[in-house]
């Protein structure tokens, strides 16, 4: 059961959809939002297509609201925040949901974290009523017992997602490359073994306390309901749940940038080496991200994105190659990794992605490129709105659009961001970002360090 | 499932946000129970307008109006089982050849035509089917439909992208080797079938049979299986039923019809007692279980009863399986167990990845929730089995992909029109006595592979000391070790 998630909304899905010679519009999303006294922002979207309703909340607190010494907390926290309330004994979340014949589940990224049920339409009291029971009755039942479980859950969670996978190890090191120590996003998600064991019933009791209140969180309802059922619902469970304490300052952090370009190696079990090299970019909604988004899938999407062709379909030197634009509140990242076949080297791989690099700076790319990469995210952007509910479905975007932007129904100005880059504009993010000084991390087969790149883009 | 288009039909007046809360809260509400929940909604299936071409092609087509798309599966009814002995990998393969070029467009032609109209274009293979399936967004309709026939029917198989997908795949086979739950799923599949058997062999194939291949060895399969007759096309979307029909008409009646051979499958490997078979991977920081034994075929009659009981084993999080190892024990982020159903007996299989220390104790677990299954259940725990089963119907019928997905099946296992009408109502019937008989018959504690893939220095002296069953050292392959 994932009950953790790191990426953000949408962006890896891409690789598909269109406009051109007949073009579609993105639909829009009809909400109704308001606010309960106690500072409860509330989203309701009716979409009765299907007898079935998605409760989605979001907590605006995650791993980059952590202290040095507990990182992974707030994710250990999501874990909890199962384990039962005053009125639900220990287990009878679960059971409770599954016997109305609801699923449901819970991710943490750096930002923020977010809960989902997905309900037949009938259920979807049962969902309020035990969502409302955490947020406000959590602590009176929570004891070290339950952290203890979850704990090791989580450091199981950790083992069959990090440390069990090849290549699994490299985003830690990564990030502790690209952040200054203490920065918000310089830790993963996850958290690290150390700080798990250290988290204590105290800390625990903190958290919930400083993060977890009413005003501090955003609940969307999306699908087959009456709004005036679901407003007297909401009041009656959330209501009576007292607003906390003014919330600590979010973190602010300066803009980051590498004073020059560092070189690592990783020794990891596994057959072949990979090479990740790291930007920084820039933090979501920036004027700059459909851009460099753009950019990533020109860079290694398919078979004619530039590195892709090079490295996988002409010269066949590479197993794969990828680009992703990672993009959070605060920063982003931008980041390219490619992973030779058998026998190849990474010095020979550096050369071309260097070549390739250099030529889209010097050069540009071509209004099919673009064409390509743009119809692909329109499309994106309307089979979205195809789900009402879990991760990535209409009511999490309601929410994520409410707490990055301030307004719930933005699919459509952002669908638009895409369609307004032009042949310049990736261009010049291309030298603007992908020219500063970079990480470029080698991971190698235990006993090959002799492979990692080196300064001068040559092995050792 | 309505169709009205109601995302366009958003008021302006609604999109005024912020208003205040309409009902005022209170202090007096009543935490201490759950809420009653009112009736379920029904299910409105949608129809499914079924056609037969001349040439044998079968047509199901669904309109849903929800959002300006429409799916298509175009499902061959011979998946792997069909790969050549000894040729592991040819039904796949062939499918991801017909991407790779046609007799009028190229490999690169079609990835840019993909990408330009921005939609999905899959091919692929499971054991029983290969699938051409597309994605489109209704607006590139044409265009979309004219690509998507084109890789089915007119694939070129050109020599230079079948050498490039053979060591492409080659080098993904090299890599399972880091990757402890791939092992684990691969051995446990020629454990408990043998290799002989093609269930027993991956569906991607193993180094061995990839390097066997020859093209003319996909063309045959592409010539002999890729037929109208052994085809069902399904569509689900924003479309008008007889425009559809008559553009697929247009589309695909040409096909020329084929004699399908019969399948031979031959034997699985007979079951012998409970074994531990341990596969060493050394300085994994979690073992990968797999335990498990041939179960039944798709169109076995005792599949609502065990749809139930595996729900309650480990088909869902407050599941047996679950519960015990990861909510109470905390050995593992979570098991499960599944039969997977195809058209010949397929597994069944209990797994989790558990961290190593714990092993043994892990394996005493999974053994005695594995018996006491056999036991009767509790009526509550039935119930909820039960309800948690039909109850999530609804979501299995909201996008097009996946209404296509719950059409497919239907179609490819030969299951009731009326499937999906009854199957609350089938779900519902099952009795404690059902469950009970099924587990007897299909979980044999005394015939299990129990396949382990960890850190054999930390985990074999306790699983030697609890003693549940032989062990034997196998290789990454699950075979015994030269």
Same mark, same amino acid.
């Given at each position: ?53 998605? *409760? ?42 599954e ?46 017992a ?21 290549y ?21 998600v ?5 700080d ?85 970019? *820039? ?20 078979k ?16 794969? *190659? ?65 789900s ?10 309601l ?45 190698v ?16 | ?68 798309v ?26 991801l050849?017909l ?19 921005? @939609?999905?274009?899959g091919?692929?293979t ?42 492409n ?28 058997y ?186 909820r ?46 009795t ?18 129990? @396949?382990?893939v ?29």
């Amino acid at each position: 059961m994932v009950r953790y998630r790191v990426t953000k909304l949408c962006i890896a899905a891409i690789l598909w959809y269109p406009s051109i010679a007949r073009s579609q519009d993105i639909p829009r999303l009809n909400f109704e939002k308001y606010t309960l006294p106690n500072g409860l922002e509330v989203i309701l979207h009716e979409d009765h297509s299907t007898p079935i309703v998605g *409760v989605n909340i979001w907590y605006k607190v995650g791993s980059g609201d952590e202290l040095p010494g507990r990182t992974g907390l707030a994710h250990l926290f999501e874990h909890l925040m199962f384990m039962g309330s005053q009125h639900v004994p220990q287990g009878v979340f679960d059971r409770l949901l599954e016997s109305a014949g609801a699923t449901n589940n819970a991710s943490t990224s750096e930002d923020r974290t977010n809960y989902y049920e997905n309900l037949p339409s009938n259920a979807l009291a049962l969902a309020l009523w035990l969502d409302a029971d955490r947020m406000g009755y959590l602590l009176p039942t929570m004891d070290l017992a339950r952290v203890n479980i979850q704990r090791d859950v989580v450091k199981n969670e950790r083992r069959q997602s990090v440390d069990n996978v090849p290549y699994g190890r490299a985003d830690e090191i990564i990030l502790a490359a690209m952040f200054p120590k203490n920065h918000p996003y310089s830790w993963p998600v996850i958290g690290s073994m150390v700080d798990l064991t250290a988290a204590s019933l105290q800390d625990v009791q903190n958290f919930f306390r400083t993060y977890y209140a009413p005003n501090n969180a955003s609940l969307a309802i999306a699908g087959d309901f009456d709004p005036a059922d679901a407003k007297r619902l909401v009041s009656l469970y959330f209501g009576s749940i007292p607003r906390g304490p003014k919330l600590p300052p979010r973190p602010i952090v300066p803009t980051v940038t590498l004073a020059k370009d560092t070189f690592m190696v990783m020794e990891d079990k596994v057959q072949l080496p990979r090479v990740f090299y790291t930007w920084h970019g *820039v933090k979501e909604f920036h004027s700059d991200e459909a851009a460099l988004d753009l950019l990533a899938n020109v860079l290694a999407s398919d078979k004619n994105s530039r590195l892709y062709k090079r490295l996988v379909y002409d010269l066949q030197i590479a197993q794969s *190659v990828r680009a992703f634009d990672g993009t959070n509140r605060l920063d982003g990242l931008f980041q390219l990794d490619v992973l030779p076949k058998p026998g190849q080297k990474p010095a020979d791989l550096d050369k071309i992605v260097r070549e390739e690099i250099d030529k889209v700076v010097a050069e540009g790319i071509t209004p099919r490129e673009l064409a390509r990469v743009k119809n692909s995210f329109k499309s994106s952007f309307i089979n979205r709105l195809a789900s009402i509910g879990g991760f990535g479905g209409k009511a999490d975007q309601l929410n994520h659009y409410n707490y990055a932007v301030g307004t719930p129904d933005y699919v459509q100005q952002d669908a638009r961001r895409y369609d307004r880059v032009t042949l310049a504009d990736v261009q010049r993010v291309a030298k603007q970002y992908l020219t500063q000084p970079k990480v470029v991390l080698t991971v190698v087969p235990e006993g090959q360090k002799d492979l990692m790149l080196t300064v001068d883009g040559a092995s050792r | 499932m309505k169709k009205s288009h109601i995302f366009l039909a958003a008021s302006i007046a609604l999109l005024a946000a912020c208003a205040s809360a309409p009902v005022a809260p209170t202090n007096q509400v009543d935490m201490s129970k759950p809420p009653q929940l009112g009736p379920v909604a029904e299910l409105n299936l949608p129809p499914v307008i079924q056609r037969e071409l001349p040439n044998g092609l079968r047509l199901m087509i669904v309109e849903q109006h929800e959002l300006p798309v429409a799916d298509f599966i175009l499902a061959v009814g011979s998946g792997g089982t069909v790969d050549p002995q000894g040729k592991a990998g040819t039904a796949n393969l062939t499918a991801l050849m017909l991407r790779e070029g046609t007799t009028t467009r190229s490999s690169l032609d079609i990835a840019d035509q993909i990408a330009f109209l921005g @939609v999905n274009l899959g091919t692929g293979t499971t054991w029983d089917a290969a699938t051409v399936s597309l994605h489109t967004p209704t607006a590139q309709l044409d265009s979309a439909l004219a690509l998507f026939a084109d890789v089915a029917l007119h694939p070129s198989f050109p020599d230079r992208e079948f050498d490039r997908l053979k060591k492409n795949r080659q080098t993904e086979i090299l890599q399972i080797r880091d990757r402890g739950p791939a092992i684990a799923d691969q051995a446990f599949a020629s454990i408990v079938f043998g290799t002989q058997y093609p269930y027993g062999n991956p569906l991607i194939g193993t180094q061995q049979s990839i390097e066997n291949l020859k093209l003319a060895d996909l063309q045959a399969f592409y010539r002999t299986q890729y037929r109208p007759n052994n085809t069902t096309l399904i569509v689900v979307g924003d479309v008008n039923t007889a425009d559809m029909e008559q553009r697929l008409r247009n589309l695909f009646g040409g096909w020329e019809r084929g004699e399908i051979p019969p399948v031979n499958f031959g034997q699985p490997a007979a079951s012998g007692p409970t074994t531990v078979y341990l596969i060493d991977k050394p300085g994994a920081p979690q073992s990968s279980f797999r335990i498990g034994a041939i179960a039944v075929p798709r169109s076995t009659k005792d599949f609502f009863a065990l749809t139930v009981l595996n729900t309650a084993l480990g088909g869902s999080f407050s599941s047996r399986l679950n519960n015990t190892l990861r909510e109470v024990r905390a050995f593992t982020y979570g098991a499960r167990s599944g039969f997977d159903m195809r058209r010949m007996a397929g597994p069944f299989t209990a797994s989790a990845e558990i961290v190593a220390a714990k092993s043994d104790s892990a394996l005493t677990d999974f053994m005695h929730e594995l018996r006491s299954v056999l036991d009767t259940i509790p009526s509550d725990e039935l119930a909820r089995a039960k309800r948690y089963t039909e109850l999530r119907l609804p979501w299995s019928f909201e996008t097009t992909q996946q209404i296509a997905t719950a059409v497919n099946t239907v179609a490819l296992y030969g299951l009731p029109t009326d499937y999906y009408n009854n199957y609350v109502r089938n779900i519902e019937a099952v009795t404690q006595a059902d469950v009970q008989r099924v587990a007897r018959q299909y979980i044999r504690p005394e015939s299990l592979a129990i @396949v382990i893939v960890g850190d054999r220095k930390t985990i074999e002296p306790g699983l030697r000391a609890i003693n549940i069953a032989p062990i034997v050292i196998r290789d990454i392959g699950g075979q015994p070790i030269q």
